[in-house]
């Protein structure tokens, strides 16, 4: 007989406690075995924050509630958690997040599949969320691009995904020195993939998005990535230039490429595609490859500007 997996749900949150109600609401009313799956949220460092004041918002799941002092970042508040987890897998959830009926069943069946493996869940927008060209194609990146089964170990992210316990312990878990937007899910992912870990896009794990930033709030994320997460990340793993894309500034100036590189880091060519974008957006169409590149650009931009980036 197959043995049942464990689960423990690590959701990490900061000044949002609606949000985190309709989490935890949508945990409780899910069909699975109660005492197969503990929930634990870590508050990283919000004021007034009063763990008391949440217990039984899971219903008849076990439910850890910790309240951290500071404000250290996500990576810092999963760490957290995944020392307190009694599970043989862990599943990470965003705050921001509601999950979908048979989501823990999903997520247990693909270990029983796949032992010893990672699983990335499918993540929808809720029905609020504005549909919009930008909304959409922040909707279709990452897994979102492949069929169910294995994916790249870049498509790992913590908005919903599924790791055995153990396989965080061995690499280390996450990275703690990533406290601004972005990077500590690619590195984890990319040690997870070195340690032989494969990834999976389990489509039937389904999530809801609700939190939302448009065009503009996304293109403030890239630029605090860049600046912040981006040469932390470099100077860990230097041969994911080319994952990110900026292996082409390591190439002389006068290549083609490079000088093609040179002129969309231009300002004025910024300018005119946002525009452009800005435009489409009130049309309904946006090309995907402008998003692509004002992605790349607000990142790649705020990298080359930080006093860590290699010149």
């Not at 992210?157 to 500590?184: H, I, K, M, W």
């Not at 590189?261 to 489409?280: D, F, I, N």
Request: proline residues 6%; neutral net charge.
């Amino acid at each position: 007989m197959t043995a049942v997996t464990k689960l423990s749900v690590v959701v990490p949150t900061y000044r949002a406690p609606e949000q985190l109600r309709a989490l935890l609401l949508s945990i409780a009313a899910q069909s699975f075995d109660t005492a197969m799956a503990e929930i634990i949220v870590v508050d990283d460092g919000s004021p007034e924050f009063e763990p008391a004041a949440w217990e039984g918002m899971a219903g008849a799941f076990s439910l850890t509630i910790l309240h951290q002092s500071d404000n250290r970042g996500r990576a810092v508040a999963r760490n957290a958690g995944i020392r307190l987890a009694r599970g043989d897998v862990v599943i990470f959830l965003d705050g921001d997040m509601t999950v979908e009926p048979g989501f823990l069943q999903a997520h247990a069946d693909f270990h029983t599949r796949h032992h010893g493996a990672v699983a990335v869940g499918a993540i929808r927008w809720a029905p609020e969320v504005p549909d919009t060209p930008f909304m959409r194609y922040a909707g279709s990146r990452g897994v979102g691009r492949f069929d169910v089964g294995p994916v790249p170990y870049k498509c790992f992210v913590t908005g919903n995904s599924s790791v055995p316990r153990q396989a965080l312990l061995d690499v280390g878990c996450f990275d703690e020195s990533f406290s601004t937007y972005g990077g500590e899910d690619l590195e984890l992912g990319y040690r997870l993939h070195l340690a032989g870990r494969a990834v999976f896009y389990e489509p039937s794990a389904r999530s809801l998005h609700h939190g939302w930033k448009g065009m503009q709030g996304m293109r403030a994320s890239m630029a605090a990535y860049g600046a912040g997460s981006l040469p932390l990340l470099l100077a860990r793993h230097p041969e994911l230039a080319g994952v990110l894309r900026l292996d082409l500034l390591q190439q002389p100036l006068w290549r083609p490429r490079r000088l093609a590189l040179a002129l969309a880091l231009r300002p004025l060519v910024h300018a005119l595609v946002y525009r452009l974008a800005q435009w489409g957006e009130a049309l309904g169409y946006v090309p995907a490859l402008w998003f692509d590149y004002l992605w790349w650009y607000e990142r790649t931009r705020a990298y080359l500007q930080a006093p860590s980036a290699e010149s």
